[in-house]
């Protein structure tokens, strides 16, 4: 079994930058991704890195350049670096394992309750 704690949202600016972090409990040895959802839409792939080293990260399109994926083996935490946020970026957060390097949310076995970002601009 796997826990999942996302924190570090909240309110920030058009431009301005968040770091989200996933606390991770349980079996630790998954990969990992972040999705968003918006009021009304349909969850979004963000981001996803490997257990490992060995495979380099993956982004949305709407975030590369800007999102920056990264994890702590030793701290157990997974880490979602946003920079030059967006108004477009507001959405409820999302970490989640998988067993598999995906983009597909179907992939994802294990789920965190989310936390809120909301960028003004």
């Known amino acids: 079994q796997v826990q999942l704690v996302e924190s570090g949202g909240g309110l920030a600016q058009a431009g301005a930058s968040l770091r989200l972090s996933c606390a991770v409990s349980?079996?630790?040895?998954?990969?990992m991704g972040w999705f968003r959802q918006a009021p009304g839409k349909e969850r979004e792939f963000v981001a996803a890195?490997?257990?490992?080293?060995?495979?380099?990260?993956i982004y949305g399109d709407s975030v590369k350049g800007r999102f920056t994926i990264s994890r702590d083996n030793a701290k157990s935490t997974v880490y979602l670096q946003m920079n030059t946020l967006k108004p477009e970026d507001t959405a409820n957060y999302y970490c989640?394992?998988?067993?598999?390097?995906?983009?597909?949310?179907?992939?994802?076995?294990?789920w965190g309750q989310g936390t809120q970002v909301t960028v003004s601009s």
């Open positions: 989640a394992a998988s067993s598999v390097l995906g983009r597909d949310q179907r992939q994802y076995h294990y």
């Open positions: 349980g079996r630790t040895s998954y990969n």
């Open positions: 890195i490997s257990w490992s080293t060995t495979s380099l990260p």
